[in-house]
Each structure stands twice: as structure tokens, then as C-alpha cells.
């Protein structure tokens, strides 16, 4: 047997981590500016992750939902207080792909209603709700497509307005910030206009913070710089610092019922151990302050780059947008200087780096940007 090959993948193995340190095979080292998309969360192997992992397993690694386990309301609690939204209840899950997916039935359970409004260029996942919520047809089979979706762009309230008119709309789902479709923010004023709409029409408001969520942009939502508050929230990459999970956020307002939602894996005892330790080292080393820090100096390092067309992000969620003859960079930082970034197509570079990043890595990397782009 071999793998079903629906990655194209690069001839390089890590096998090794430490902080923003990886070594492959053969020994050689890079600096990872891109955490697994956003996964990444605390650094490789951080010795309190690590340690609490090991203990957990060596005490008890699994069972199931159908008994107590006190780790899945310590998160919750410590979870609620961190994020400002301990009134709301937690379901935990896998992925980001299924916390999507239970948001968007929780949503249609509790209105009643079918639809679901999304935004163009929108990543929500690969399962079937989920996809169908994704604006790229590529990654939708026949299975997907539904008439219960539909898109608008994004910071067009209007569009928005004509659509929840004509009703039947369980829900409006939106990225904290869009980041497949390479680093593109909903205005103040478009959230704020979402949430008055979503009242109005009595639909309620998803937030996905899969991947800008945990810190990322310097507040722990990204949708919280702009002081809106969501019905539901969704979360998973940097959540378990690789250990898979997903979570939702769920509004007091909305009453659970016995069996509306189930997961066999989802809200395991390592899952809740590693979940555990990403808040306490979040919290103990300052990262969503350290995020905003970096944040700030990579902005002003590259806001006159003559190879970028556009700066795009908060915190350590940044897109570079690349002027057409720069557009080849990604590979040289990767094969000439040793850093792993990401990419939203040939044309814009992600970075996604640990919280933990520090002043003098995220000075390593503009000197080697400058140095390729002279």
C-alpha cells in the first residue's frame, strides 16, 4: 500500500523541534515562521508541554464521553476567563473542520432554519458543511453543494442586508481574519453592522477563529480589536499546540439538548492535558503581548519593502503580498536561507509563526528577506 497522494509536498523532513528551531534528517536547521498553519502555537516541544503530556499518558490516555473527566471543565473554565467569554459553554471536538461543523448545526437547531450566509474567498474546512461554506469549487465534490449556502463579499453590508432579507438564514459565518485566501480583515464597521443585522433578522453570528484565534493577533479572538461580540465561536490550530482539537463556543442563549452533538475523540484526556498546558504557558510567558510586540516590528520592518505590494494582517497573522517579480521568494527563504513560511497562492507569503517568536528570530528573517531581495 502507499499514500493516497493529495499533498504536494516538499523534499524535506523534520524530525526535530525546539521553540521556532526545526532539523530534518539530515541535520540541517531552519527556523519555522509558519507553525504547521498556524498550529504551532507555544513552540516545538516546550518542556511544560511536553512534561504534562507525558504524565497524563502514563496515568490514562483515553476514555470515553460516557464518563466524568474533570480535565474538560478545567479547560472550560480556564478557557472562558482567558478568552472574556465565561458565560458561554464549550463542545469539544477534533478539528477546525468539525468545530465548523457543529457551530453551523447548533446554529439550525436552535433558529430552526436552513441557510447560512458566508463570504467570499472563505476557508472553513473540508467536511461537508464546512466546504460548502468554503468559497473554492475546486475542493467540493457533487456530495457538497447545497443551495443552503450562499456568499457575499466581505465588507459589503448591503449585500448583506439584501440577503438575511429574503430569510429563512440560521446563521452568518465569518473568518476573524480570512487566511487561506491570504490574509484579508472584515472592518470594524462590517462586524458591528453584522451583529445589528444578525439581530435583526434572528440569525446569530459564527466568529471562525480557527486560525486567528489563541492569541494570534494580539487580542485572543481577532474579532475582539473591534469589541463585537459572536453567538458562537470556533477554534482548533493553536488550540493544542499539535495535538488535535477543536473547539466551540456557544451563547448561554442557546440550551443544550442530550445528543444534539456527539464526538468519540473530541475532548480526550491528552487532548485536555495539552490544551491545558498551551493556556498556561500563554498566559505564564506573556504571548499574546510578545504577538502584538512582533506584530508591530514586522509591520514597520516591511512597510516600505520594495518587494512588498501590501502588508496585510494583525500580530503574527501576516500576509506579504508580493510585487509580481518577487513572486518566486517563498522557495529562496526556504532553500537559500532556511525559513519555513506559508503561502495564499503564488503571489502572497504567510507568516504564522509561534507566539514565542523572539525579537532576534524575527530580526534573522527580515535580514534574510533583505538580503534575497537587494
Not at 504524565?55 to 460516557?66: I, M, T
Request: hydrophobic share 40%; net charge negative; charged share 20%.
Amino acid at each position: 500500500m502507499k499514500l493516497f497522494e493529495v499533498y504536494q509536498l516538499w523534499d524535506i523532513e523534520p524530525v526535530k523541534g525546539s521553540d521556532t528551531t526545526l532539523w530534518d534528517k539530515d541535520g540541517e536547521v531552519y527556523t519555522d515562521l509558519y507553525g504547521g498553519h498556524a498550529v504551532i502555537s507555544v513552540g516545538h516541544c516546550h518542556p511544560h508541554y511536553v512534561k504534562k503530556l507525558s504524565e497524563q499518558l502514563s496515568n490514562l490516555g483515553f476514555y470515553s464521553n460516557a464518563v466524568q473527566n474533570h480535565l474538560q471543565k478545567d479547560l472550560a473554565a480556564r478557557l472562558g476567563r482567558i478568552c472574556g467569554y465565561d458565560d458561554y459553554a464549550l463542545f469539544l471536538c477534533n478539528s477546525g473542520a468539525e468545530a465548523n461543523e457543529n457551530a453551523l448545526k447548533v446554529a439550525s437547531f436552535h433558529t430552526g432554519k436552513p441557510k447560512v450566509l458566508a463570504f467570499r474567498k472563505a476557508f472553513h474546512g473540508r467536511t461537508s458543511g464546512a466546504v460548502a461554506a468554503t468559497d473554492n469549487p475546486k475542493i467540493q465534490a457533487p456530495f457538497n453543494e447545497t443551495a443552503n449556502i450562499v456568499f457575499v463579499p466581505l465588507n459589503d453590508l448591503e449585500a448583506v442586508d439584501n440577503e438575511l432579507a429574503k430569510g429563512g438564514f440560521a446563521a452568518v459565518i465569518i473568518e476573524g481574519i480570512q487566511g487561506v485566501a491570504g490574509i484579508y480583515e472584515p472592518t470594524g464597521d462590517f462586524l458591528n453592522g453584522l451583529r445589528t443585522l444578525c439581530d435583526k433578522y434572528g440569525c446569530l453570528l459564527i466568529l471562525d477563529e480557527i486560525q486567528s484565534g489563541y492569541g494570534r493577533t494580539g487580542k485572543f479572538f481577532a474579532h475582539q480589536h473591534h469589541g463585537v461580540r459572536a453567538d458562537i465561536i470556533t477554534m482548533a490550530k493553536g488550540m493544542a499546540n499539535g495535538f488535535p482539537i477543536g473547539g466551540v463556543l456557544i451563547s448561554p442563549a442557546i440550551k443544550p439538548v442530550h445528543g444534539m452533538l456527539g464526538t468519540t475523540f473530541g475532548g480526550n484526556h491528552l487532548a485536555c492535558t495539552a490544551a491545558l498546558a498551551v493556556l498556561d504557558i500563554i498566559e505564564n510567558e506573556n504571548l499574546i503581548e510578545n504577538a502584538a510586540k512582533i506584530g508591530e516590528f514586522f509591520e514597520q520592518a516591511f512597510k516600505d519593502d520594495k518587494a512588498v505590494k501590501e502588508y496585510r494582517g494583525k500580530g503574527l497573522m501576516i500576509g506579504l503580498e508580493l510585487k509580481e517579480e518577487y513572486v518566486g521568494l517563498r522557495n529562496k527563504l526556504l532553500f537559500e536561507k532556511h525559513f519555513f513560511t506559508g503561502a495564499a497562492g503564488a503571489g502572497v507569503i504567510r507568516l504564522l509563526p509561534s507566539l514565542t517568536i523572539s525579537q532576534e528570530t524575527a530580526e534573522s528573517f527580515v535580514k534574510a528577506w533583505k538580503e534575497l531581495t537587494v
